[in-house]
Nanobody
Framework: QVQLMESGGGSVQAGESLRLSCAAH????????MGWYRQSPGKTRDLVAT???????NYADSVKGRFTISRGDTRNTIELRMNSLTPEDTAVYYC???????????WGQGIQVSVSS
């Protein structure tokens, strides 16, 4: 059973940076894709950024140029570096992982990111 451990959220001022980390435990094979989604109250859960096994990345337009997703230092971990944060980035951020192209996704419990103006 795959379990995700998310860390690094918190509260910052606009313009500051945060780094989120996510580790997938329970599988020895490398992930097919890992990424982050976010959800604000009353809104849908939307893509932030994903990283594939080939190294390709995909970003939401709203975070391009400010956020960077990358592999972590250990197997099946990723990091999301978030720069120039704005209040619009305030949300619960969810890590997700898939171990096969058409496999099911596993989701983390979510981590709060709050940005004040």
């Amino acid at each position: 059973q795959v379990q995700l451990m998310e860390s690094g959220g918190g509260s910052v001022q606009a313009g500051e940076s945060l780094r989120l980390s996510c580790a997938a435990h329970g599988r020895s094979s490398p992930f097919w894709s890992m990424g982050w989604y976010r959800q604000s109250p009353g809104k849908t859960r939307d893509l932030v950024a994903t990283l594939s096994v080939t190294g390709s990345t995909n970003y939401a337009d709203s975070v391009k140029g400010r956020f960077t997703i990358s592999r972590g230092d250990t197997r099946n971990t990723i990091e999301l570096r978030m720069n120039s944060l704005t209040p619009e980035d305030t949300a619960v951020y969810y890590c997700t992982v898939k171990f096969a192209a058409f496999g099911s996704a596993t989701w983390g419990q979510g981590i709060q990111v709050s940005v004040s103006s």
